[in-house]
């Protein structure tokens, strides 16, 4: 199994992060889901498009067409519907959701990716995990450190020097945060030295190879 950009990690099994996803929520915000309208949905990597596909919108469903190819067969034209649900939002309006259109499934789903089969289901029937399943301790004190200093306007990356404070937050709120992230710093970095204590790799060799 995999689909466009697809891998496996050490667990053997692939996250929702490795397949390409459609996500209803970007469509009805940016007013896609509207009876008659017809666009294109891309996918990019470093500004460049890797994959595309038609979609157009009906009452209550989508019409999905591609092109798809697995291993060395011939390209196979998709097109089939992907029926919509709605549902009221506790402040008023309607939340769209998709129904997950592989044989027997039917789930209500925010994601439907695209896989082997060419077929694209919610992640219970690709039976992918959420990549932060396979983080360890430290791999999630390094992340949860990151978006701090994405918050703070900090360069991403935990073994990157500490910035100012942001123009306009106040010291209460930048000492807090600030406190935050070196504790997950200080976790993260505990994590890196028995890992790596484990490979005969110390943290200064880690440092010194930046």
């Given at each position: 199994?995999?689909?466009?950009?697809?891998?496996?990690g050490?667990?053997?099994?692939?996250?929702t992060?490795?397949?390409?996803?459609?996500?209803?929520?970007?469509?009805?915000?940016?007013?896609?889901?509207t009876?008659?309208r017809?666009?294109?949905?891309?996918?990019?990597?470093?500004g460049?498009?890797?994959?595309?596909i038609?979609?157009r919108?009906e009452?209550?469903r989508?019409?999905?067409?591609?092109?798809?190819?697995?291993?060395?067969?011939d390209?196979?034209?998709?097109d089939y519907?992907?029926r919509?649900?709605?549902?009221?939002c506790?402040?008023?309006g309607?939340?769209?959701w998709?129904?997950?259109?592989?044989?027997g499934?039917?789930?209500?789903?925010?994601?439907?990716?695209?896989?082997?089969?060419g077929?694209?289901?919610?992640?219970h029937c690709?039976?992918?995990?959420?990549?932060s399943?396979?983080?360890?301790?430290?791999?999630?004190?390094?992340?949860?450190?990151?978006r701090?200093?994405?918050?703070?306007?900090?360069e991403?990356?935990?073994?990157?020097?500490e910035?100012?404070?942001?123009?306009?937050?106040h010291?209460?709120?930048f000492?807090?945060?600030?406190?935050?992230?070196?504790?997950?710093?200080?976790a993260?970095?505990?994590g890196?030295?028995?890992?790596f204590g484990?490979?005969g790799v110390?943290?200064?060799?880690l440092?010194?190879?930046?």
């Amino acid at each position: 199994m995999g689909g466009w950009g697809s891998g496996r990690g050490q667990s053997g099994r692939d996250t929702t992060s490795d397949y390409r996803a459609l996500d209803v929520r970007r469509l009805q915000r940016d007013g896609l889901l509207t009876p008659g309208r017809s666009f294109g949905w891309n996918w990019t990597r470093d500004g460049e498009t890797v994959a595309s596909i038609q979609v157009r919108a009906e009452t209550d469903r989508i019409i999905l067409n591609y092109r798809h190819k697995s291993g060395g067969s011939d390209w196979q034209p998709m097109d089939y519907p992907v029926r919509l649900a709605w549902t009221d939002c506790t402040l008023g309006g309607r939340r769209a959701w998709l129904l997950c259109p592989a044989r027997g499934c039917g789930r209500r789903v925010a994601l439907l990716y695209i896989g082997g089969s060419g077929i694209f289901a919610c992640r219970h029937c690709y039976k992918l995990a959420y990549a932060s399943q396979r983080e360890t301790g430290d791999d999630r004190a390094a992340r949860r450190a990151d978006r701090i200093r994405d918050r703070l306007g900090w360069e991403a990356g935990i073994l990157n020097g500490e910035g100012d404070k942001p123009k306009g937050m106040h010291w209460r709120t930048f000492n807090r945060l600030h406190a935050e992230h070196n504790d997950f710093v200080n976790a993260s970095l505990a994590g890196m030295m028995r890992k790596f204590g484990r490979l005969g790799v110390g943290l200064d060799d880690l440092l010194d190879d930046r």
